[in-house]
């Protein structure tokens, strides 16, 4: 789906409402955009560590016509989205 990032513009994304973790790629972000020191570290479902974090930063995210506020979004180096479909 396309969502708007005020930081990045619009990009093709997946919004899961129920996250905990907000993940995006690092060359989706500007140079100018503050990277900071992950806070915590990152597993995946099954508990093993997800490596390729950089840092955090903080976005907004326009949905459904609402500005949401994302603080310490994990920063990677490369994401991957597998499409998914449900029945």
């Given amino acids: 789906m396309l969502v ?3 930081e990045i513009g619009a990009v093709e994304g997946m919004v899961a409402t129920g996250a905990k973790i907000t993940g995006v790629s690092l ?3 500007s140079e100018e955009t503050e990277i ?3 806070t915590r ?3 995946t479902v099954d508990g093993n560590n997800i490596t390729n974090v950089v840092g955090e930063t903080d976005l907004t995210v326009t949905f459904q016509g609402r500005d949401v506020g994302l603080n310490n979004v994990a920063v ?3 994401m991957v989205l597998s499409p998914c479909t449900w029945d």
């Fill in 27 to 29: 060359d989706s972000l």
């Fill in 76 to 78: 990677l180096e490369t």
């Fill in 41 to 43: 570290n990152y597993l």
């Fill in 4 to 6: 708007n990032v005020k």
């Fill in 36 to 38: 900071r020191l992950a």
